[in-house]
């Protein structure tokens, strides 16, 4: 396995932002170089070790999407990806730095929405249907249990927050009083067509996609285009097919396992309070959150 990358560091290139998982440089003014890097972040915190391999994965899985579901594929909706060498774009000894882990993208305006979709009831969700009998303004029936999976797939967004804290669940009601609701209903129509047919293609491998998230921004034209990540383990649930029992979770192929040991983690002694200074990771946690990560990019390339 190739040496992990924490952090990027490409001199060639005016850097835009640092994200939790990706750094974002300029490629000229309409495209973004994207650079997934092995960092890894659980409660909005970024770990201080890398998880080595999972930057390359996460751009490989996001690709394989972006093949099935866009203008090459399905023809769902238009995507930010651009088709370019990202090795052409820096300088030759920054390539391995960019090497299979990077994608360039077209330059959009971010929307404040996280499109969510879920086929079952998991997570923040599921907490919420406990409260409310709902998720997100949408009532759902009565006596589903966790885990349960829904008569249809729901659209429940979430407000992107600010880097550290937490996306606040909002109703469609909320998206479309930010967006106006010809953005907002064509968001929802793209957001539900996108994880129907995930799911079905995910369901081949055996394996469940729960919920997911999307972003969507806007070009110059005002178009809206899909863009970050698709599908994969940081922003979907993926559950094994063969495991899943309605009322409890099976064991995610994503970062739940590192969700797990935090849960009884220390920092000086302490129990942790899931704010930085984050825990030092055990080998054998990061050798088994890569691993659940590299199971679920076998399982859907094999098909």
């Not at 907490?127 to 709902?134: L, P, V």
């Not at 054998?284 to 390339?301: C, F």
Request: glycine fraction near 6%; proline fraction near 7%.
């Amino acid at each position: 396995m190739s040496k992990a990358l924490h952090t990027s560091e490409i001199h060639s290139l005016p850097l835009l932002a640092r994200g939790k998982v990706r750094d974002n440089y300029a490629v000229g003014q309409d495209r973004i170089l994207m650079v997934a890097s092995d960092r890894i972040s659980a409660f909005d915190v970024i770990m201080n070790e890398p998880i080595p391999g999972k930057g390359a994965l996460l751009t490989q899985m996001a690709l394989f999407w972006f093949d099935k579901l866009g203008p090459n594929g399905l023809n769902i909706c238009p995507n930010h990806l651009t088709g370019e060498d990202p090795t052409l774009v820096v300088s030759p000894a920054e390539r391995d730095q960019v090497l299979n882990r990077s994608m360039v993208v077209k330059r959009l305006k971010p929307l404040p929405i996280e499109a969510v979709v879920r086929g079952y009831l998991a997570g923040s969700g599921w907490a919420e249907y406990k409260q409310s009998q709902g998720v997100c303004g949408v009532l759902l029936p009565p006596n589903l249990k966790n885990a349960s999976k829904l008569n249809e797939p729901i659209f429940t967004p979430a407000a992107k927050a600010e880097m550290g804290e937490h996306d606040e669940n909002i109703t469609y009601e909320q998206v479309v009083n930010t967006v106006g609701k010809e953005l907002a209903d064509k968001i929802k129509d793209y957001s539900i067509k996108l994880y129907l047919a995930a799911r079905d293609i995910a369901a081949k491998s055996g394996i469940i996609i729960a919920d997911t998230k999307f972003e969507f921004g806007l070009d110059t034209n005002g178009n809206l285009i899909l863009m970050d990540e698709i599908l994969t383990p940081d922003s979907s649930r993926y559950w094994p097919a063969e495991l899943y029992v309605e009322g409890s979770n099976p064991p995610s192929f994503d970062k739940q396992f590192l969700r797990d040991w935090l849960e009884t983690a220390q920092v000086n002694g302490r129990p942790w309070q899931k704010t930085p200074p984050a825990p030092t990771l055990p080998t054998s946690v990061i050798k088994n959150t890569a691993e659940k990560y590299m199971e679920a990019w076998t399982r859907l390339s094999r098909g």
